[in-house]
């Protein structure tokens, strides 16, 4: 089973709350107590290939899971089928596009995945790896497709 999908989660209650902890763009700062500090940390139209992120139709399901990868692992081949974040908490990671660049996240970023693209992470150096990832999907259906064959 997809280590994604096996710590498959509704977090609809956490993602509301870091909503309300998050201004939108045009909230003044004066509707929040002054003891609430804000950090944004993404705010994009676009996964880091540039394409515009889509949500899919059907009921929508909010799921969040943390990712843990040891040194020297890799998730293998894949792809997301619906709008994908990750948020890296330690570690370093490279993700390679397939037949594009390889991206290097380090802890303290945040990105927007990669949506219907082949793609392998794997760990940088010796530390593991841990991440906060969260797929704006479709109840009852996958957001990570395996790949089916060994990518270059």
Excluded: K
Excluded at 117 to 127: I, K, P, Q, S, W
Aim: charged fraction near 15%.
């Amino acid at each position: 089973m997809n280590l994604l999908h096996r710590y498959r989660i509704p977090l609809l209650p956490l993602v509301l709350g870091a909503a309300l902890a998050l201004p939108a763009r045009d909230t003044p700062a004066s509707e929040y107590s002054s003891a609430v500090s804000t950090t944004l940390l993404l705010r994009t139209t676009t996964d880091v290939a540039g394409t515009p992120l889509v949500y899919p139709a059907g009921t929508a399901e909010v799921t969040g899971v943390l990712v843990e990868l040891p040194p020297g692992a890799e998730t293998g081949w894949h792809r997301h089928t619906a709008p994908c974040f990750a948020y890296i908490l330690s570690g370093e990671i490279a993700v390679t596009q397939q037949n594009g660049p390889t991206r290097t996240f380090r802890a303290g970023e945040a990105f927007a995945e990669l949506v219907n693209l082949e793609h392998n992470g794997r760990t940088v150096g010796d530390a593991p790896v841990r991440l906060v990832f969260f797929a704006a999907g479709t109840q009852g259906q996958p957001f990570t497709q395996r790949s089916g064959e060994t990518q270059p």
